[in-house]
């Protein structure tokens, strides 16, 4: 896919995230999540889930994953399906649709795989002119990649915020969402769809928490906050010092407050086959995320913890 000339509108969307004007509708967004691979997709989830004051959340998109918690990319989907499921039904969303992704990475060939969450993803995109549809990838592209091979019209339509690869000063790109599909990270870099990049080394790698800061703030909210102790406590041991970066909360953090963030324009970098950046300046602009405020992520998502929990009063969920 070649990259399309991209007007200067673009420029404060991609850094200044969305317009959120009196009178607009809130921004329309879904979120595409590998929710099983470990603990930080769960909490970017209810973070997302418990803000409809700041975007209208359409779908939810189950990611494939491959690790040790999984057999395969598609067995790593399907358990990300059921615990986006787990979620849902512990915050009491019985509305907002959940799709299966794809069940095995991109080829080399760049042949489009069609799935549910694709062919969702096709259908909101190109449904209305209400402004742009937000992406917030937080796992292996594959399901993104496809659509836009799918649908390549859907370009003009969508704005991507992806977590993946580290920053483009780094020495390495290579990170767990990028790595697990190559092809497919790479496609979000040369398709010239508007992308929000949001680096793991350096930048999201700020968000790191504590168990006793989650006993203090997340355990006490009712069944999700006990849910989501549960799931840290489970990844995370409890000895002197040790930290856990819950590195999703800074891309779903950007979609729902983008000054909790430093984000500049870059033109979009080549992923080399070593996994590597190169740079190549006639090539189209991306947002690039260099800072996110550790504090104001984490504060506003204690805060709706326990003013959901406070709402549904003690024994129920969330």
């Not at 358990?79 to 915050?91: G, P, Q």
């Not at 969450?117 to 096709?122: K, M, P």
């Not at 769809?193 to 006793?212: E, G, K, Q, Y």
Request: glycine content about 8%.
């Amino acid at each position: 896919m070649s990259a399309p000339e991209r007007g200067g509108d673009l420029v404060p969307l991609l850094t200044q995230g969305p317009s959120r004007q009196a009178g607009e509708g809130l921004p329309r967004m879904v979120l595409d999540t590998d929710a099983f691979n470990e603990v930080d997709d769960q909490f970017a989830l209810v973070h997302v889930l418990l803000s409809p004051d700041r975007v209208n959340l359409e779908a939810v998109y189950a990611a494939p994953f491959h690790n040790e918690k999984s057999l395969g990319p598609g067995d790593g989907m399907r358990k990300s399906y059921d615990e986006i499921h787990r979620i849902m039904a512990l915050v009491g969303d019985g509305t907002t649709p959940v799709h299966e992704g794809a069940t095995e990475w991109l080829s080399s060939t760049g042949d489009a795989r069609p799935n549910p969450a694709t062919e969702d993803l096709v259908r909101r995109a190109l449904s209305t002119n209400e402004g742009p549809l937000y992406v917030v990838a937080i796992g292996a592209p594959t399901n993104l990649s496809n659509a836009l091979l799918l649908a390549p019209e859907i370009l003009d339509r969508v704005i991507v915020i992806w977590l993946g690869g580290n920053a483009l000063h780094w020495p390495s790109a290579s990170e767990f969402n990028l790595r697990q599909d190559l092809y497919a990270s790479r496609l979000l870099f040369d398709s010239g769809v508007a992308l929000v990049h949001v680096p793991c080394a350096n930048v999201a790698d700020h968000l790191i928490t504590t168990r006793d800061e989650i006993d203090h703030f997340v355990r006490p909210a009712g069944s999700i906050g006990e849910f989501l102790a549960r799931r840290y406590a489970e990844n995370v041991n409890g000895a002197a010092g040790v930290s856990r970066v819950i590195w999703d909360l800074a891309a779903v953090g950007w979609a729902l407050d983008a000054s909790w963030s430093t984000t500049v324009l870059a033109h979009s970098p080549v992923l080399t086959d070593a996994m590597t950046w190169s740079s190549d300046p006639r090539r189209h602009l991306i947002g690039e995320v260099v800072e996110v405020r550790r504090d104001a992520i984490f504060a506003d998502l204690f805060t709706r913890l326990a003013a959901a929990a406070e709402l549904r009063g003690p024994g129920r969920s969330a």
